[in-house]
Antibody, heavy 121, light 107 residues
Framework: QVQLQESGPGLVKPSETLSLTCTVS??????????WGWIRQPPGKGLEWIGS???????YYDPSLKSRVTISVDTSKNQFSLKLSSVTAADTAIYYC?????????????WGQGTLVTVSS | AIQLTHSPSSLSASVGDRVTITCRAS??????LAWYQQKPGKPPKLLIY???ILEGGVPSRFSGSGSGTDFTLTISSLQPEDFATYYC?????????FGGGTKVEIK
């Protein structure tokens, strides 16, 4: 079964770029029929969709983050990545990656375990 | 963007109770709604998609209904493992969105 695992620095300084990678195992990221998404959750708060990507590189982003977000895919490594620039304390959150079903637009399953990223000097 | 509003934001219930959570969309989303369960320190787990289709392995005490703008998640007989926070998510169009969640606590 497909599993996802987030990785990356747990601490990022204000104004710098947050970079995370999601590694997919148990299945191919190039599978037709799935997008791959990033979702975050500030401590004690709700879920926020960040963006989603197809293996071809097609992306969708939340408009509120679009100017700062880049999601990319590396099919050779079965990974997709998130970059969020000019971070502030408001970007402190648990960041999850997840598979999006069905391809074009849909729900998320399964999810990675999440990684806490703290923005602080 | 489409906004999703949960009600209530939290509730207290006892084991065996029937629990109903509502998710209201700011505009019609047809049947493009999913529900998730999240326990502390864990990622969300998909329960239901397309309003009423149970994800594999989800107990049948969970059910979903609704269409258009008003949706409900019902737990027919609350079990100890069901105490958690529940989120709805729409996928009618981009941007995708989640409701603020309903926390189900032990009475």
């Amino acid at each position: 079964q497909v599993q996802l695992q987030e990785s990356g620095p747990g601490l990022v300084k204000p104004s710098e770029t947050l970079s995370l990678t999601c590694t997919v195992s148990g299945g191919s990221i190039s599978s037709i029929g799935y997008y791959w998404g990033w979702i975050r959750q500030p401590p004690g708060k709700g879920l926020e969709w960040i963006g989603s990507i197809y293996y071809s590189g097609s992306t969708y982003y939340d408009p509120s983050l679009k100017s700062r977000v880049t999601i990319s895919v590396d099919t050779s490594k079965n990974q997709f990545s998130l970059k969020l620039s000019s971070v502030t304390a408001a970007d402190t959150a648990i960041y999850y990656c997840a598979r999006q079903i069905p391809a074009a637009i849909g729900w998320f399953a399964p999810w990675g375990q999440g990684t806490l990223v703290t923005v602080s000097s | 963007a489409i906004q999703l509003t949960h009600s209530p934001s939290s509730l207290s219930a006892s084991v065996g109770d029937r629990v109903t959570i509502t998710c209201r969309a700011s505009q019609g989303i047809s049947s493009a709604l999913a529900w998730y369960q999240q326990k502390p320190g864990k990622p969300p787990k998909l329960l239901i998609y397309d309003v009423s289709i149970l994800e594999g392995g989800v107990p049948s005490r969970f059910s979903g209904s609704g269409s258009g703008t008003d949706f409900t998640l019902t737990i027919s007989s609350l079990q100890p493992e069901d105490f958690a926070t529940y989120y709805c998510q729409h996928f009618n169009r981009y941007p995708l969105g989640f409701g603020g969640g309903t926390k189900v606590e032990i009475k």
